[in-house]
């Protein structure tokens, strides 16, 4: 909302968050009393170019990028979506979980569905609300106590071009103040170019904004006074500089990142540690990449520190509450701090009384500011779906916390560190070509010993996440227990094996994989003969070699997905926030 027409504003938004993921898109603006929505299916350029968003008339109006839960991916289904009676137009990110029993009701009523999707319920059921209240603020209120489930919603009134509303539960909302302009976004990146004030909204909290003012109320009805605060990242920090893609730019600033990872607030990882080492039960719990970084976590902590700690996946935390409770401490690895699953896992956590200790990138983010106690990574926003930075961070700030669980003053050799990853990043060609040799594959084995296996299951996410090959990952004792019946003439398999006390056991698993024809990519500080090739990783402390082995399996995934960009499969709609459950 804004003094000057906003569709070009708008449009620049849905193209920042466009990193995120989706099928579709749509805007929705209102000028001369009327409410124009346009919307389609595809990239957000491709919409512009057959809808023409831009040219929508209007000082007010919401944008949004969908990512199919309820609904195929099509015209009708994407958002923005309004009422039957044109008065109310709805934008939502999560998922309403009772939907059917609301729209029987609201048919009942006579009111008419152009679409497939949840949220389509919740404009037709404002529009109900705002006929007998005609308070904005007060029909959005009234209509989320009948939602289960979860949601970030932006209304826009058809007879009420100066106000919009948000509503938000278990998925980010955040207010944007500027200067004669305010915005709602479920990510400061949609708006961070008009200002960097910006308001996170609890749950079950409702505003209104106007140009120049916001209003939030509790779920109570009761007014909530909350000042801006100022968000630190800065604009040219998401820019592609010369990378031709952003998972090339953040995978080349980890040299930088490892370091930040590693500035922590004074006396912070300390009190990480002592709650670790005071607790009663100790899980660690995360998804996705961010759950390889609480394996190697566990690791340290169970084989070095003697300290039990249980790795549960975020998603089913729930079901392995045995240990949870009073006096636990769950440790949660995210990057965004806004997933659906981590989220939840929170929730059970603290219902149990358990205490909440996070390490996570985004400093505003619901983890964050739900937690007891907080580690920033420091690595500055992450845009590319793949997770590559955050996750060597995450290692950095896991390994920080079990040498402080150790007794250790401090952790040291960052320094080095970071110029290991430097050198690492030089295998950057060689996987180039590895990439154009393997790109016609279908399966694609990732194997490693101990501390590294945590790395091979990366390594087999990061593949399938970039192009779309089926990997997979595990220690490589696992492979004799069935998934070699798999090996073939050619079958790629990547092999972590840093030197050491493992090395050896690791080669016989070599041997026995290159007997049934597997070519063996060999990551290592030290060559073999068995392998048919070898990435030469430089030598690091062995807290560390986690960091320099994912350089290679990351370039591995980018590359080959770039060498896969001319398949007929590629690209699918992968989201980089998982914000549904
Ligand atoms: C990894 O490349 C993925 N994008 C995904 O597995 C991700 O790590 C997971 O969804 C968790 O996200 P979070 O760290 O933001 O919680």
């Given at each position: 909302?804004?003094?000057?027409?906003?569709?070009?504003?708008?449009?620049?938004?849905?193209?920042?968050?466009?990193?995120?993921?989706?099928?579709?898109?749509?805007?929705?603006?209102?000028?001369?009393?009327?409410?124009?929505?346009?919307?389609?299916?595809g990239?957000?350029?491709?919409?512009?170019?057959?809808?023409?968003?831009?040219?929508?008339?209007?000082?007010?109006?919401?944008?949004?990028?969908?990512?199919?839960?309820?609904?195929?991916?099509?015209?009708?289904?994407?958002?923005?979506?309004?009422?039957?009676?044109?008065?109310?137009?709805?934008?939502?990110?999560?998922?309403?979980?009772?939907?059917?029993?609301?729209?029987?009701?609201?048919?009942?009523?006579?009111?008419?569905?152009?679409?497939?999707?949840?949220?389509?319920?919740?404009?037709?059921?404002?529009?109900?609300?705002?006929?007998?209240t005609?308070?904005?603020?007060?029909?959005?209120?009234?209509?989320?106590?009948?939602?289960?489930?979860?949601?970030?919603?932006?209304?826009?009134?058809?007879?009420?071009?100066?106000?919009?509303?948000?509503?938000?539960?278990?998925?980010?909302?955040?207010?944007?103040?500027g200067?004669?302009?305010?915005?709602?976004?479920?990510?400061?990146?949609?708006?961070?170019?008009?200002?960097?004030?910006?308001?996170?909204?609890?749950?079950?909290?409702?505003?209104?904004?106007?140009?120049?003012?916001?209003?939030?109320?509790?779920?109570?009805?009761?007014?909530?006074?909350?000042?801006?605060?100022?968000?630190?990242?800065?604009?040219?920090?998401?820019?592609?500089?010369?990378?031709?893609?952003?998972?090339?730019?953040?995978?080349?600033?980890?040299?930088?990142?490892?370091?930040?990872a590693?500035?922590?607030?004074?006396?912070?990882?300390?009190?990480?540690?002592?709650?670790?080492?005071?607790?009663?039960?100790?899980?660690?719990?995360?998804?996705?990449?961010?759950?390889?970084?609480?394996?190697?976590?566990?690791?340290?902590?169970?084989?070095?520190?003697?300290?039990?700690?249980?790795?549960?996946?975020?998603?089913?935390?729930?079901?392995?509450?045995?240990?949870?409770?009073?006096?636990?401490v769950?440790?949660?690895?995210s990057?965004?701090?806004?997933?659906?699953?981590?989220?939840?896992?929170?929730?059970?956590?603290?219902?149990?009384g358990?205490?909440?200790?996070?390490?996570?990138?985004?400093?505003?983010?619901?983890?964050?500011?739900?937690?007891?106690?907080v580690?920033?990574?420091?690595?500055?926003?992450?845009?590319?779906?793949a997770?590559?930075?955050?996750?060597?961070?995450?290692?950095v700030?896991?390994?920080?916390?079990?040498?402080?669980?150790?007794?250790?003053?401090?952790?040291?050799?960052?320094?080095?560190?970071?110029?290991?990853?430097?050198?690492?990043?030089?295998?950057?060609?060689?996987?180039?070509?590895?990439?154009?040799k393997?790109?016609?594959?279908?399966?694609?084995?990732?194997?490693?010993?101990?501390?590294?296996?945590?790395?091979?299951?990366?390594?087999?996410?990061?593949?399938?996440?970039?192009?779309?090959?089926?990997?997979?990952?595990?220690?490589a004792?696992?492979?004799?227990?069935?998934?070699?019946?798999?090996?073939?003439r050619?079958?790629?398999?990547?092999?972590?094996?840093?030197?050491?006390?493992?090395q050896?056991?690791?080669?016989?698993?070599?041997?026995?994989?290159?007997?049934?024809?597997?070519?063996?990519?060999?990551?290592?500080?030290?060559?073999?003969?068995?392998?048919?090739?070898?990435?030469?990783?430089?030598?690091?402390?062995?807290?560390?070699?986690?960091?320099?082995?994912?350089?290679?399996?990351?370039?591995?995934?980018?590359?080959?997905s770039?060498?896969?960009?001319?398949?007929?499969?590629?690209?699918?709609?992968?989201a980089?926030?998982?914000?549904?459950?």
């Amino acid at each position: 909302m804004a003094e000057e027409p906003v569709a070009g504003i708008l449009l620049e938004g849905l193209k920042r968050v466009e990193y995120r993921g989706y099928d579709s898109a749509g805007m929705a603006t209102i000028s001369d009393g009327s409410l124009a929505v346009r919307k389609g299916v595809g990239r957000v350029s491709e919409i512009e170019r057959a809808r023409r968003l831009s040219e929508l008339p209007g000082n007010i109006g919401m944008a949004h990028t969908r990512w199919a839960t309820h609904g195929g991916v099509t015209d009708e289904n994407a958002h923005p979506h309004a009422s039957c009676g044109g008065l109310v137009a709805v934008i939502h990110n999560g998922i309403i979980e009772n939907y059917i029993p609301l729209k029987k009701g609201l048919s009942s009523r006579g009111h008419r569905f152009r679409s497939e999707t949840d949220t389509e319920v919740v404009a037709h059921l404002i529009e109900d609300e705002y006929k007998r209240t005609r308070d904005p603020l007060r029909a959005t209120l009234a209509t989320t106590k009948r939602l289960k489930g979860q949601y970030a919603l932006a209304v826009l009134f058809q007879d009420r071009p100066d106000v919009m509303v948000g509503a938000r539960k278990d998925a980010p909302l955040i207010v944007g103040v500027g200067q004669e302009k305010m915005f709602l976004a479920s990510d400061v990146l949609a708006f961070i170019e008009h200002t960097d004030r910006t308001i996170f909204l609890d749950n079950f909290e409702v505003a209104e904004i106007t140009k120049d003012r916001v209003r939030i109320v509790g779920p109570g009805g009761r007014e909530v006074k909350r000042k801006p605060t100022q968000v630190a990242w800065e604009l040219s920090d998401v820019s592609k500089s010369d990378f031709a893609h952003y998972t090339l730019k953040e995978i080349n600033e980890q040299p930088r990142t490892v370091l930040s990872a590693s500035v922590q607030e004074p006396g912070k990882v300390e009190e990480f540690a002592r709650a670790i080492r005071k607790a009663k039960s100790v899980y660690i719990t995360a998804s996705g990449t961010s759950y390889h970084a609480g394996l190697l976590m566990k690791f340290r902590l169970n084989k070095e520190a003697k300290v039990r700690a249980d790795t549960v996946v975020a998603g089913e935390l729930k079901e392995h509450k045995g240990f949870l409770g009073k006096g636990s401490v769950v440790v949660v690895f995210s990057q965004s701090g806004e997933t659906a699953d981590v989220m939840d896992a929170v929730k059970e956590a603290k219902k149990r009384g358990a205490r909440v200790y996070s390490v996570v990138n985004a400093a505003g983010s619901t983890l964050a500011r739900e937690s007891d106690g907080v580690l920033l990574l420091n690595c500055g926003p992450e845009v590319g779906v793949a997770a590559t930075k955050s996750f060597t961070a995450q290692v950095v700030v896991a390994n920080m916390v079990v040498d402080a669980v150790l007794g250790k003053k401090r952790s040291n050799g960052f320094k080095e560190l970071s110029e290991a990853v430097t050198e690492a990043l030089k295998c950057d060609e060689q996987v180039r070509d590895l990439a154009e040799k393997y790109k016609h594959r279908t399966d694609f084995y990732f194997v490693a010993r101990g501390y590294e296996s945590a790395v091979a299951m990366e390594g087999a996410l990061k593949l399938k996440e970039l192009s779309y090959i089926h990997a997979e990952g595990m220690p490589a004792s696992e492979l004799k227990h069935g998934t070699l019946a798999l090996i073939e003439r050619g079958t790629p398999v990547v092999l972590l094996n840093p030197s050491g006390e493992l090395q050896a056991d690791s080669l016989s698993n070599a041997e026995e994989l290159r007997a049934r024809g597997a070519d063996v990519i060999g990551v290592s500080d030290a060559k073999a003969d068995v392998y048919k090739h070898f990435i030469r990783v430089p030598k690091v402390q062995q807290k560390f070699t986690p960091i320099v082995e994912a350089i290679p399996l990351q370039l591995l995934a980018y590359h080959m997905s770039v060498a896969r960009r001319n398949d007929p499969d590629y690209p699918r709609n992968l989201a980089k926030s998982v914000t549904v459950k």
